[in-house]
């Protein structure tokens, strides 16, 4: 079981960036799925981006496609999600998640990853 822990969070105003940061721990994650989901209050758990470890693949949401990056640095047992050009309805609580066996095509099905972070709240201004 891999351990998660978010950072980055804040405010910000819109056409900001800000960079997040998932640190893990106590598993490898060679061959895992990592994804990032968002949440607003009453809203679904949202899938923004995904990176196959062994293979350096990523997905996105089409909300953020051009604007967020996600990567992985194993160095630093981190992956980052990096975003740009932020709106305002970007405005949610942002969780990392893990999953040793997932497919790619479920990357953004949040009921499917067995570890998650506490969430890191993330405020988008006008």
């Known amino acids: 079981q891999v351990q998660l822990v978010e950072s980055g969070g804040g405010s910000v105003q819109a056409g900001g960036s800000l960079r997040l940061s998932c640190a893990y721990s106590?598993?490898?994650?060679?061959?895992?799925?990592m994804g990032w989901f968002r949440q607003a209050p009453g809203e679904e758990r949202e899938g923004v981006a995904a990176i196959f470890i062994r293979s350096g693949s990523t997905y996105y949401a089409d909300s953020v496609k051009g604007r967020f990056t996600i990567s992985h640095d194993s160095a630093k047992n981190t992956v980052y999600l990096q975003m740009n050009s932020l709106k305002p309805e970007d405005t949610a609580m942002y969780y990392c998640?893990?999953?040793?066996?997932?497919?790619?095509?479920?990357?953004?099905?949040?009921?499917?990853?067995?570890?998650w972070g506490q969430g890191t709240q993330v405020t988008v201004s006008t």
């Open positions: 998640a893990a999953d040793p066996s997932l497919w790619v095509g479920e990357w953004s099905r949040s009921s499917k990853y067995r570890s």
């Open positions: 106590g598993d490898t994650i060679s061959s895992y799925l």
